[in-house]
Every structure is written in structure tokens, then in C-alpha cells.
């Protein structure tokens, strides 16, 4: 299993970025599909989850109303649309994918898989 995660730079503050995690080795369209990121220092944070079918997403409060996940299972892709970034977005953001089950898919250890990152910029 494979997921790769891309997309990331450098973006002036009120600005926007979109980053992809492309997935390989898995039935991706059987996976819920996460995205968390990690700021220097601190721990791995959830931002949001999108179901196997894209037809549930659920976000963490600091990023409601400016991201926006979605994934295609056809390219098996998810993606995270970012919009009004804020400094304290700045981190290195991180795919996962996890199996069904009954969890809140908002914590680190129901994922079974992760990619190697991506690493966002904002500056103020």
C-alpha cells in the first residue's frame, strides 16, 4: 500500500492551495479517507475525514468553512482544498486511510495507512 501525498508550498495568508494524496495497493473506494497534520513541535492533529463514497465529510472545528475534502475513486485520489489559509495552518499535512468500522475516524490510530506528508507554508 501506497499513498502519496503532493501539493504543498508556500502560500501568502488569506490564500489558497489544494494537496492530493494519490492511493496504490489498496481498494481505495473501500477506505475512509483522512487527512491530519502536524506543526513543529506538536502532535499529529485531525482535519478531516471523507467516507468511501464521498457521501459523509466531517472536519475539525479550526479548518470548518475553509477546506474542503472530496476524494475520486475512479483516480483513486483524495484531496484537501484549502482557502483563507492562516499562519497557524502551516504544517506538514499527511494522508491516511482507514478501514470501516464504527470509529470517529478523528484519531490517529484507527488509520491503517499513511503517506509521507506534505509540507504547507503560510506566511503572515
Known amino acids: 500500500v501506497q499513498l502519496q501525498a503532493s501539493g504543498g508550498g508556500l502560500v501568502q495568508a488569506g490564500g489558497s492551495l489544494r494537496v492530493s494524496c494519490a492511493a496504490s495497493g489498496l481498494t481505495f473506494s473501500r477506505y475512509v479517507m483522512g487527512w491530519f497534520r502536524q506543526a513543529p513541535g506538536r502532535e499529529r492533529e485531525f482535519v478531516a475525514f471523507?467516507?468511501?463514497?464521498?457521501?459523509?465529510?466531517y472536519y475539525a472545528d479550526s479548518v470548518k468553512g475553509r477546506f474542503t475534502i472530496s476524494r475520486d475513486n475512479v483516480k483513486n485520489t483524495m484531496y484537501l482544498q484549502m482557502t483563507n489559509l492562516k499562519p497557524e495552518d502551516t504544517a506538514v499535512y499527511y494522508c491516511?486511510?482507514?478501514?470501516?468500522?464504527?470509529?470517529?475516524?478523528?484519531?490517529?490510530?484507527?488509520?491503517?495507512?499513511w503517506g509521507q506528508g506534505t509540507l504547507v507554508t503560510v506566511s503572515s
Open positions: 491516511g486511510a482507514a478501514n470501516p468500522s464504527r470509529g470517529s475516524y478523528s484519531s490517529v490510530r484507527e488509520y491503517d495507512y
Open positions: 471523507i467516507t468511501w463514497s464521498g457521501g459523509r465529510t
